[in-house]
């Protein structure tokens, strides 16, 4: 078994143990423990008899422990079974700090009086309880959060039920009733009223937390992604076009230094064939999945190509500066105005861009691994 402090799956579910202020004086660290493929092997046993009853380990999960008193003193670990109750995690809370699963219609310490949950059957006044985890998983019980993690800022999905033990008296078993096809699937039911209604309280606090699905919850994002990719290359391709038609259209009216024109077309007509195609390459690498490392050794290749020529342009453009006049076309001094002002913008622009893209790219880094550290 790895340690727990190198498991992601134990991590992400401390964070959010964390994140939702789970007390600390509610957990018993030591008895965590963690179910992953990677912290219990497949070769090892999928259920457990406890207390006469099969208790299904919950592969998959995370378990964060409470404190034991209360088990010791009843002798709760070897008498009474184990179960699983789907839940919120205000509703865990709550289960542990009353150390019972209080009813429909009952009032907590807070004050709060419970409902039936929205979508369950009126009027049943019971507590579904099952040996399944998976069971306990389904939507219909155990809530579903999305949850950003502040290590690897990766967005987790996290479910939470409650690892519960019940004495076999106090409880009425019965089939699934929502169709699941689970290894084990009765589920325990605590009646009311009943004489019994203490003989159950809660123990860990199992999690799951998994890796958002890029073919299930990313698909707006690849989509928006997509279409500011559009967006960004359509507006890197305008420049360079305005350039070349521009440099084309006054391609004799520039006598105070005839390159800036040709500078202009030939740096527009490189720089649309050179994004073409890294488009290209791009929708290749992504359809072909070809390696990565490739496609970043061709773009390196074409930006060598496009820098050299965007650099001759300032040496071409700004010296004439503070000699240039836009309005006496038979003056040796003279370049057009559009078409001087246009390539003086355009390369001052992209001048600060170089600073200043990364500029923020290293502040953000920067501020993102202090508050790691916080």
């Not at 009952?106 to 019971?126: F, N």
Request: with cysteine; aromatic share 12%.
């Amino acid at each position: 078994m790895m340690a727990l402090n190198a498991c992601w799956n134990f991590r992400v579910g401390q964070e959010f143990l964390e994140n939702v202020a789970w007390p600390s004086v509610l957990r018993k660290s030591a008895h965590d423990r963690c179910y992953c493929q990677r912290c219990y092997s497949f070769d090892r046993r999928d259920t457990i008899a406890v207390a006469g009853y099969t208790y299904v380990i919950p592969r998959g999960w995370t378990r964060f422990a409470v404190d034991e008193i209360f088990f010791n003193h009843h002798d709760v670990w070897k008498t009474w079974l184990n179960c699983y109750h789907g839940t919120s995690i205000e509703s865990a809370k709550s289960c542990v700090e009353h150390r019972q699963l209080l009813l429909p219609s009952d009032v907590t310490m807070h004050g709060k009086k419970l409902e039936i949950r929205e979508g369950h059957v009126p009027g049943e006044h019971y507590v579904f309880t099952t040996p399944s985890i998976s069971y306990a998983a389904l939507d219909c019980y155990a809530h579903t959060y999305d949850f950003r993690s502040p290590y690897d800022s990766k967005l987790y999905t996290i479910k939470v039920a409650l690892q519960c033990k019940q004495k076999a008296d106090s409880i009425l078993v019965q089939p699934e009733t929502v169709g699941a096809r689970v290894p084990v699937e009765p589920r325990r039911i605590v009646r009311d009223p009943s004489p019994s209604r203490t003989a159950e309280t809660t123990i860990p606090i199992p999690s799951r937390a998994e890796p958002k699905s890029e073919d299930t919850t990313k698909k707006c994002s690849i989509i928006r992604d997509d279409i500011v990719f559009l967006v960004l290359f359509i507006i890197v391709n305008l420049l360079p076009i305005a350039l070349l038609i521009v440099g084309q259209i006054h391609k004799y009216d520039c006598p105070v230094e005839p390159w800036i024109p040709q500078w202009m077309t030939i740096f527009g007509a490189v720089s649309i064939g050179s994004f073409s195609v890294m488009l290209v390459m791009g929708s290749i690498a992504s359809k072909w999945r070809s390696p990565y490392a490739t496609v970043g050794v061709a773009v390196n290749l074409i930006f060598m190509e496009i820098l050299p020529v965007f650099f001759f342009g300032g040496i071409w453009v700004f010296p004439v500066k503070s000699k240039v006049q836009h309005d006496q076309p038979n003056e040796v001094n003279y370049c057009e105005g559009n078409l001087y002002k246009f390539a003086f913008g355009f390369l001052i622009t992209i001048y600060a861009l170089i600073v200043l893209v990364p500029l923020c790219i290293g502040i953000g880094k920067l501020v993102e691994k202090l508050r790691k550290c916080i």
